[in-house]
Nanobody, 125 residues
Framework: QLQLVESGGGLVQPGGSLRLSCAIS????????IGWFRQVPGKEREGVSC????????NYGDSVKGRFTISRDNAKNTVYLQMNSLKPEDTAVYYC??????????????????WGQGTQVTVSS
């Protein structure tokens, strides 16, 4: 059964760092693109970052470029989101998602077929 499970969220001060993990089971990573999205209440889901697993190409949202890095560990079937220089506006529930089209279109979350349950990230002093 295909499953994505996020972890690593929490409370951090502005300027701090967190690393989110997305543990994936039920399929081989190379068949998919894996993306990270975030959402706050009352707002649309925002694309944060994405990686096409078979070629390693990556994409980032404008608001996180230079601060966030997506990476993978094939042995652990896990995708990470390293978040540095965090700001209060990064506060959201973060989701990882997979699509079988191997497309990293961050502005179109509907192309992603499978989603995790989300992990809360709160940036506050």
């Amino acid at each position: 059964q295909l499953q994505l499970v996020e972890s690593g969220g929490g409370l951090v001060q502005p300027g701090g760092s967190l690393r989110l993990s997305c543990a994936i089971s039920g399929f081989s990573l190379d068949r998919y693109a894996i993306g990270w999205f975030r959402q706050v209440p009352g707002k649309e889901r925002e694309g944060v970052s994405c990686m096409v697993m078979n070629d390693g190409s990556r994409n980032y949202g404008d608001s996180v470029k230079g601060r966030f890095t997506i990476s993978r560990d094939n042995a652990k079937n896990t995708v990470y989101l390293q978040m540095n220089s965090l700001k209060p506006e990064d506060t959201a529930v973060y989701y990882c998602a997979a699509n079988q089209f191997r497309l990293c279109v961050l502005k179109d979350p509907d192309i992603f077929d499978f989603w995790g349950q989300g992990t809360q990230v709160t940036v506050s002093s």
